[in-house]
């Protein structure tokens, strides 16, 4: 059975920086695509930035281009989100997903976390 379990979430302050990871078990996880996304209250699932199982391929939304860093560690079974320069709009909770391909589509995510929450004071 596949788990996905984050955690660094919590309150920064506009212009901080917050490290999320990522604790994945269960299957190979070095074969797998992992993904997180975002969910604002009241808005819908929004993909932020994904990487490939190899991590050469990694894309992002634009609206966190430059800032967020996404980076895996296939030793640990681990997925890393660097968050820096966090803006007031980047209050969500955050999810991380496993899939087979990179995509933008929550959709294309066959296993996800709880997810974490993070607020950014303006």
């Known amino acids: 059975q596949v788990q996905l379990v984050e955690s660094g979430g919590g309150l920064v302050q506009a212009g901080g920086s917050l490290r999320l990871s990522c604790a994945f078990s269960?299957?190979?996880?070095?074969?797998?695509?992992m993904g997180w996304f975002r969910q604002a209250p009241g808005k819908g699932r929004e993909f932020v930035a994904t990487?490939?199982?190899?991590?050469?391929?990694?894309h992002y939304a634009d609206s966190v281009k430059g800032r967020f860093t996404i980076s895996r560690d296939n030793a640990k079974n681990t997925v890393y989100l660097q968050m820096n320069s966090l803006k007031f709009e980047d209050t969500a909770v955050y999810y991380c997903?496993?899939?087979?391909?990179?995509?933008?589509?929550?959709?294309?995510?066959?296993?996800w976390g709880q997810g974490t929450p993070v607020t950014v004071s303006s």
């Open positions: 997903a496993a899939g087979t391909w990179s995509s933008w589509s929550p959709n294309d995510y066959d296993y």
């Open positions: 990487i490939s199982w190899t991590a050469y391929d990694t």
């Open positions: 269960g299957r190979t996880f070095s074969k797998a695509t």
